[in-house]
């Protein structure tokens, strides 16, 4: 390859970096504000909250709360304290960083150059901030990632040992106990280690089962019930779920893809082009099953994001003629250029820089004080207003809407709270009442009224 042949790669890595480095200046412009970026970010405070006072971040059956992810999280945000939503943010972002310095290494250990190590990471950062809301967000899922990168760091050290591996899975299994979707990159290391090296694959698979097994007999030990046991909640399935987000990471995942089938079929026996291609087909082919369930977003696609973006920048390293690799490179960044432009006009305005989220955060500064008002309990659909109103936590309305559609729980209780008229305010993330059953909808009209409405949410007290 010549000097002259890398300047169409540096300026893409350059040109995409300072997209990145915007992108990541509104984060930071956002992080602090106390309005509702997802769902997710109260609910992941109240359970953060619940380990660092209670012990547990795990209700009771009876509660109406449900947590249905590992404790690792919970424990850690509540260890570092203060404002659980906004530590969160920090720790997302702090952990984005990470998987990006860490994605960086490994493309490194792969072969790649400085640059094509760069362009891989930034071609995932910059996937993230077009397709998700995960960078800057209160959720463990890119915590996960870090810790798991760890994981993948060592297994790529060379020479590899038994010893090595053990430590490995360790990483590994911490990672799961983070987030429970983190288990296609050990699949894909133990995959690939059995490929290379048979030895050292089955001492990197046992080892696993090994922490794993010990891992589930410390959490039965701590909170009285199995894990899975624990993560097995009720969850519907639609296949409409998966043309909705296909829509949204298609655009960019399509040219990585073929950028992966390329370097499987041309390079297929070198052992990183190999890692990439089985790390790929594992990550996409789960990540889209996984995203027919109600309530899962694209972080089940993380992990193919990753996996694509390392493939990039080993495939622009493994090719070598002068004009393949510009040609490669502008193809690459094409899809994110149409991305940007998707995006809508609100990005070019001074208020989106200056003044992010300004109206949101007025709105959510007078619901929260409206929620902080009521003369008692509440009920919210989106936690974090609840979270910041001071108030308990009362109910999960999503899962408690997916255990009723799913008939393994019964609406008896709410519905006697309701009628009972136990909550002092209730808010709904429509302008319609959350009622997942008949008697749910009856209840609420009987005993509720409607105190505010506007075009996100919907405010009820008791009549």
């Given at each position: 390859?010549t000097?002259?042949n890398d300047y169409?790669l540096?300026?893409?890595?350059i040109?995409?970096?300072?997209g990145c480095?915007?992108?990541i200046i509104?984060?930071?412009?956002v992080?602090?504000?106390?309005?509702?970026?997802d769902p997710?970010?109260?609910?992941n405070?109240?359970?953060?909250q619940?380990?660092?006072?209670h012990g547990?971040?795990?209700?009771?059956?009876?509660?109406?709360?449900?947590?249905?992810?590992?404790p690792?999280s919970?424990?850690?945000?509540?260890?570092v304290g203060?404002?659980a939503?906004?530590t969160?943010?920090i720790?997302?972002?702090?952990?984005f960083?990470?998987?990006a310095?860490?994605m960086s290494?490994?493309a490194?250990r792969?072969?790649?150059?400085?640059?094509?190590?760069?362009?891989?990471?930034l071609?995932?950062?910059s996937?993230l901030?077009l397709t998700?809301d995960?960078?800057g967000?209160?959720?463990?899922?890119?915590?996960g990632h870090?810790v798991a990168?760890?994981g993948l760091?060592?297994t790529?050290?060379?020479?590899r040992?038994?010893?090595?591996?053990?430590?490995?899975a360790?990483?590994?299994?911490?990672?799961?106990?983070?987030?429970?979707?983190?288990?296609l990159?050990?699949?894909?290391t133990?995959?690939?280690?059995?490929?290379?090296?048979r030895?050292?694959g089955?001492t990197?698979?046992?080892s696993?089962l090994?922490?794993l097994l010990?891992?589930?007999g410390i959490?039965?030990?701590?909170?009285?019930t199995?894990?899975?046991?624990q993560?097995?909640?009720?969850?519907?399935?639609h296949a409409s779920?998966?043309?909705?987000?296909m829509?949204?990471?298609?655009?960019?995942?399509?040219?990585?893809t073929?950028?992966?089938?390329?370097l499987?079929?041309?390079?297929?026996?070198?052992r990183?082009?190999?890692?990439?291609?089985?790390?790929a087909?594992t990550a996409?082919?789960?990540?889209?099953f996984?995203?027919g369930?109600?309530?899962?977003?694209?972080?089940?696609?993380?992990?193919?994001d990753?996996?694509l973006?390392?493939s990039?920048?080993?495939?622009?390293n493994?090719?070598?003629?002068?004009v393949?690799r510009p040609v490669?490179?502008?193809?690459?960044v094409l899809?994110?250029?149409i991305l940007?432009?998707?995006?809508?006009?609100?990005?070019?305005t001074?208020?989106?820089?200056l003044h992010p989220?300004?109206?949101?955060?007025?709105?959510?500064?007078?619901?929260?004080?409206?929620?902080t008002?009521?003369k008692?309990p509440a009920?919210?659909?989106?936690l974090?207003l609840?979270y910041?109103a001071s108030k308990?936590?009362e109910?999960?309305l999503?899962n408690?809407?997916?255990?009723?559609?799913?008939?393994?729980?019964?609406?008896?209780a709410?519905?006697?709270?309701?009628?009972?008229?136990?909550f002092?305010?209730v808010?709904?993330?429509?302008?319609?009442?959350?009622?997942?059953?008949?008697?749910?909808?009856?209840s609420?009209?009987?005993?509720?009224?409607?105190i505010?409405?506007?075009?996100d949410?919907?405010f009820?007290?008791p009549?």
């Open positions: 390859m000097s002259r169409v540096r300026i893409a890595v040109a995409i970096g300072a480095v915007v992108g509104h984060v930071l412009g992080i602090g504000l106390r309005v509702p970026l997710n970010e109260g609910w405070a109240y359970f953060a619940a380990a660092a006072l547990s971040p795990y209700p009771a059956a009876s509660s109406l709360m449900t947590n249905n992810y590992p690792l919970f424990y850690f945000i509540g260890l203060g404002d939503i906004i969160g943010r720790v997302a972002l702090i952990s960083m990470a998987v310095m860490m290494v490994a490194r792969m072969g790649c150059t400085r640059t094509e190590a760069a362009f891989a990471v071609l995932f950062a996937c901030l998700s995960y960078v967000m209160d959720d463990p899922q890119l915590l870090a990168m760890g760091l060592v790529l050290l060379e020479p040992s038994p010893r090595t591996m053990v430590m490995a360790l990483i590994f299994t911490v990672a799961f106990f983070i987030k429970h979707n983190l288990v990159l050990p699949i894909t133990g995959a690939w280690l059995l490929l290379l090296d030895r050292l089955v990197f698979i046992i696993g090994i922490f010990i891992g589930m959490f039965r030990e701590a909170f009285g199995g894990l899975f046991t993560l097995a909640a009720p969850r519907l399935y779920n998966i043309v909705a987000a829509r949204v990471w298609l655009p960019w995942a399509a040219v990585p073929a950028g992966t089938v390329l499987a079929v041309l390079w297929r026996r070198d990183y082009a190999m890692f990439c291609a089985i790390y087909a996409a082919g789960a990540g889209i996984f995203l369930g109600d309530g899962v977003d694209v972080n089940a696609l993380f992990d193919a990753i996996a973006s390392l990039a920048g080993v495939l622009l493994r090719t070598v003629r002068d393949s490669l490179a502008l193809i690459y899809p994110l250029a940007v432009f998707l995006l809508g006009p609100d990005w070019r001074s208020d989106y820089w989220m300004e109206d949101d955060t007025a709105a959510a500064r007078s619901e929260i004080e409206l929620i008002n009521a008692g009920i919210c659909e989106m974090s609840c910041w308990p936590a109910a999960d999503f408690l809407g997916q255990q009723y559609a799913k008939r393994v729980r019964s609406d008896a709410f519905v006697s709270l309701l009628d009972h008229r136990a002092a305010i808010e709904f993330e429509s302008p319609s009442e959350f009622a997942p059953t008949t008697r749910i909808a009856q609420l009209a009987r005993n509720y009224r409607v505010r409405r506007d075009d949410r919907l009820m007290a009549r």
